[in-house]
């Protein structure tokens, strides 16, 4: 229940992507710990490598309110297979949902979900060390 309510706020989002050098859209729905929903989608740019995705710009979009603890995130795409989040954006959501919840799914409806551990483990994390001190 709670991840088809997620997924439909993605393809929501994922109506907004700016996408006009990949033709490839992705939408985003994160869920806060609160129950806040924030939704994200690809934002591209004439500077490739300044593209940000759709799971950043949910998560941004979530921080910069205030929310900064995230339970589940669902990401959908315009591409027939699962879209999984990038190695970049795995980092930036191990910040605010260390045992948080990927869900994704793809064309046909088929749905997976995975923790997040399991697709970043041993993820990066400089708080962790401060706080062992
Ligand atoms: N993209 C995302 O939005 N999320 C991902 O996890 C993978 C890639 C976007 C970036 C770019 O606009 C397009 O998909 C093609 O790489």
């Not at 994160?30 to 939704?39: C, P, Q, R, Y």
């Not at 046909?108 to 990066?124: D, H, M, R, V």
């Amino acid at each position: 229940m709670e991840n088809e309510y997620l997924i439909s706020y993605a393809k929501k989002a994922m109506g907004n992507a700016y996408s006009p050098y990949s033709g490839f859209s992705v939408g985003a729905a994160l869920l806060t710990t609160e129950g806040e929903v924030f939704t994200g989608c690809n934002v591209e740019n004439a500077s490739f490598g300044a593209t940000i995705c759709a799971e950043r710009c949910a998560v941004m979009k979530a921080v910069s309110e205030g929310y900064t603890s995230f339970k589940k995130i669902a990401i959908v795409s315009s591409g027939d297979d699962l879209t999984y989040p990038c190695g970049i954006c795995r980092q930036f959501l191990s910040e605010f949902m260390e045992d948080g919840i990927v869900v994704v799914q793809d064309k046909t409806g088929n749905i997976k979900e995975y923790s997040l551990n399991e697709l970043i483990p041993f993820a990066f994390n400089l708080v962790k060390d401060f706080d062992d001190e």
